[in-house]
């Protein structure tokens, strides 16, 4: 399970069009996609999916902001995936991200920050087994 992580593409990405470019980061840095679909929430599932935050003052806006449109989902596999994942798309505030990484390059705020990436080893197959069944991950 160490090399696996989970992935979303928020709505923002796909107003502004950026899945590509960012897909094509993913798979440059060496991730094999395993599961991919695009979805829109509904904000029972995005309550649901971010329930860890559900005490924080950003919730609902968090919230709102996940279902404004549909969303890019996915399941990725590499060597030391989460860790290596989270360098790859920056910081959770796009203005503190580093040179290159996917936020720095494609997000405009810690509100609106274009992607997500699973935080642990148990959360990437909480969030992935959230959004897949069995027979849609390869
Ligand atoms: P993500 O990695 O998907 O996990 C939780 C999300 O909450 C985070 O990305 C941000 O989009 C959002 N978030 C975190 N901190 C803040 C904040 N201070 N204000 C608004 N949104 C936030």
């Known amino acids: 399970i160490t090399n696996k992580t989970f992935t979303m593409l928020k709505p923002d990405t796909l107003e502004k069009g950026y899945v590509g470019p960012i897909i094509e980061k993913i798979t440059a840095a060496g991730f094999k996609i395993i599961a991919?679909?695009?979805?829109?929430?509904s904000r029972a599932?995005?309550?649901d999916f971010y329930a860890i935050h559900k005490?924080?003052?950003f919730f609902d806006e968090l919230v709102e902001f996940m279902v404004r449109g549909?969303?890019?989902?996915a399941i990725l596999e590499?060597?030391?995936a989460v860790e290596d994942f989270r360098a790859l798309i920056g910081a959770t505030n796009p203005a503190e991200a580093a040179e290159?990484?996917?936020r720095k390059l494609f997000a405009d705020s810690i509100s609106e920050n274009a992607i997500?990436?699973?935080d642990s080893d148990e959360n990437a197959v909480i969030e992935g087994s959230y959004h897949f069944a069995g027979r849609e991950v390869f």
Do not use: C, F, Y
Not at 70 to 73: D, E
């Open 78 to 80: 590499k060597e030391n």
């Open 100 to 102: 290159g990484t996917i």
């Open 36 to 41: 991919m679909k695009m979805v829109r929430l």
């Open 70 to 73: 549909p969303i890019v989902v």
């Open 45 to 47: 599932d995005a309550r």
């Open 116 to 118: 997500h990436g699973s």
């Open 55 to 57: 005490e924080k003052p």
